[in-house]
T-cell receptor, first 115, second 112 residues
Framework: DAGVIQSPRHEVTEMGQEVTLRCKPISGHDYLFWYRQTMMRGLELLIYFNNNVPIDDSGMPEDRFSAKMPNASFSTLKIQPSEPRDSAVYFC?????????????FGQGTRLTVV | AQSVTQLGSHVSVSEGALVLLRCNYSSSVPPYLFWYVQYPNQGLQLLLKYTSAATLVKGINGFEAEFKKSETSFHLTKPSAHMSDAAEYFCAVSTGFQKLVFGTGTRLLVSP
């Protein structure tokens, strides 16, 4: 397996624009996680899915953020409208089981810059 | 709720020297503990994890960590640093049924 694949690797957008980040988890993994990494706040869990169903989105910062998982091999994180404070690295991760029962594999991340 | 504290945002060592990265945790129930490494422009990679088996856990690339319940610590060590070890290291805790909580990270700098 090629691992968790995220696209794009880098995204630069203007404030107010819609941004969509994409993730392909490892085949067979039932859990998918979206994290955000910033210097100020470190790594934060935004939302996670189990079998394509969102389980906990309490980490999503605002209504401007939304995530979907239409099938087992694809997930998106959308920000609309984007703001400069959304600039961060966004990671997707997947695992067989949650919370350390099995290893979580991370993608390489999407570095988002909102100007 | 569980939490981890990593002491020192930066640690500098010389090549060949001992690496010691500190992590203390807080958890009301027996925890799962992890160390992840992040190389520049990469995602996180699991180095090792503790899940209530042996207290001394060996990981990849020669790293190991010891779970000390009395000290609520899970420090990461490597006997001899290599230039390729330069990266950011994250300690994380979970109770197995609650989300992983990451520390703020420690950047390891290795000088020749």
């Amino acid at each position: 397996d090629a691992g968790v694949i995220q696209s794009p690797r880098h995204e630069v957008t203007e404030m107010g624009q819609e941004v969509t980040l994409r993730c392909k988890p490892i085949s067979g993994h039932d859990y998918l996680f979206w994290y955000r990494q910033t210097m100020m706040r470190g790594l934060e869990l935004l939302i996670y899915f189990n079998n394509n169903v969102p389980i906990d989105d309490s980490g999503m910062p605002e209504d401007r953020f939304s995530a979907k998982m239409p099938n087992a091999s694809f997930s998106t994180l959308k920000i609309q409208p984007s703001e400069p404070r959304d600039s961060a690295v966004y990671f997707c991760a997947s695992s067989l089981r949650p919370w350390g029962e099995s290893e979580a594999f991370f993608g390489q991340g999407t570095r988002l810059t909102v100007v | 709720a569980q939490s981890v504290t990593q002491l020192g945002s930066h640690v500098s060592v010389s090549e060949g020297a001992l690496v010691l990265l500190r992590c203390n945790y807080s958890s009301s129930v027996p925890p799962y503990l992890f160390w992840y490494v992040q190389y520049p422009n990469q995602g996180l990679q699991l180095l090792l994890k503790y899940t209530s088996a042996a207290t001394l856990v060996k990981g990849i690339n020669g790293f190991e960590a010891e779970f000390k319940k009395s000290e609520t610590s899970f420090h990461l060590t490597k006997p001899s640093a290599h230039m390729s070890d330069a990266a950011e290291y994250f300690c994380a805790v979970s109770t197995g049924f609650q989300k992983l909580v990451f520390g703020t990270g420690t950047r390891l700098l290795v000088s020749p």
